[in-house]
C-alpha cells in the first residue's frame, strides 16, 4: 500500500496543526484567566488557611487563621475535627522568597542532586 501525500493533503496537515495549536493557546489563556477569577473570588480577610500537612490519604492537619486566632483542625473524609489553639509565638513562617525557586536554580540542584547519587553509586 502506497500513501501518496499531495499539496492538498500537505494543506490539511497544516491546517489542521495550525488548529491544534490555537486550541492549545486558547485552553491555556482560559485555564489561567479561571485560575486569577477563583483566586479573586476566595480572597478573605477573616479565614486564611496556613498551612496544610498529609497524614494518611484522606486525612490532613491544616494551621487555620480565623480572625486573629490560629488554630489546628484535623479535616477527615467526612468530618473536621478542632485540636486546639496555637499562639501565634509558636509558629515559624517562611519567607515567600525561601520557598520560590527559579527554574533555573531547580534544575541546578536537580543537576547536583543526580551528580551526587551517581557518585554514591561509583564508590560502591
Partial sequence: ???????????????VLIVFVLVL???????????????????????????TVRITTNKYIQLVRVGQKYMAIAVCKDTVTMLGEVPYEQLK???ASDSKLSFKE????????????????KDR
Avoid at 6 to 15: C, D, E, H, K, R
Avoid at 106 to 121: P, Y
Wanted: proline residues 0%.
Fill in 93 to 95: 513562617f517562611r519567607d
Fill in 25 to 51: 493557546g486558547v485552553t491555556a489563556w482560559v485555564t489561567r484567566w479561571m485560575a486569577e477569577y477563583q483566586k479573586a473570588q476566595n480572597v478573605n480577610a477573616n479565614i486564611e488557611i496556613i498551612e
Fill in 1 to 15: 500500500m502506497t500513501i501518496l501525500l499531495t499539496a492538498g493533503s500537505y494543506a490539511q496537515l497544516i491546517t
Fill in 106 to 121: 531547580l534544575l541546578e540542584k536537580t543537576i547536583k542532586m543526580d551528580s551526587s547519587d551517581q557518585s554514591d553509586t
